[in-house]
């Protein structure tokens, strides 16, 4: 078998997974919808996966498990405390919802834990940070990636962009 009929970088691999945590309860899964794409080696997926993914064929099937370091990370014990005058005044802040903050270091992902009064207490932690990710894959579909895709960082839809 070639590489050109391997996983590489620069390769737009198709996948159907299942995502479940320790406890067997499944947390994402593309049953019963299209599989998913991604581009190989830009990052578009958690780290472990990606690396246990290099060198399948279309066809093969895998289990893997995903230690927190090569997923979501390792929880990192930290609540912060945002003004609520923060957000916009018409947004509806609920528990688990996840906005962009702007900081000195750039763009960071927050998630919301609670509202109490005026004060929204966010976590910078994802949702599945800490957690062993327990992946089932099936590899459906590899093509080379066009220049686009690469110059963009992920791959598009059937026509073009597909942001």
Do not use: C
């Not at 190989?40 to 498990?65: F, M, R, Y």
């Not at 966010?122 to 800490?130: F, M, T, Y």
């Not at 220049?147 to 962009?161: C, K, L, R, V």
């Amino acid at each position: 078998m070639s590489s050109a009929d391997t996983v590489a970088d620069q390769k737009v691999v198709t996948i159907h997974y299942t995502l479940t945590n320790d406890a067997g309860e499944t947390l994402d899964s593309s049953d019963g919808n299209d599989p998913m794409a991604y581009l190989h080696g830009a990052h578009n997926i958690v780290p472990g996966l990606e690396s246990e993914l290099a060198g399948k064929s279309v066809g093969d099937e895998l289990q893997v498990v995903v230690a927190p370091a090569d997923g979501y990370g390792v929880r990192v014990p930290q609540m912060l405390e945002v003004e609520r005058s923060s957000f916009p005044e018409d947004a509806e802040l609920v528990q688990g919802m996840q906005f962009v903050a702007e900081t000195e270091d750039g763009m960071v992902p927050l998630w919301i834990d609670h509202v109490d009064g005026d004060k929204v207490h966010v976590d910078p932690n994802h949702p599945l940070a800490g957690e062993n990710l327990h992946f089932k894959v099936s590899i459906v579909e590899l093509r080379d990636a066009t220049a686009e895709e690469i110059e963009h960082g992920h791959p598009h839809g059937p026509g073009g962009h597909d942001h």
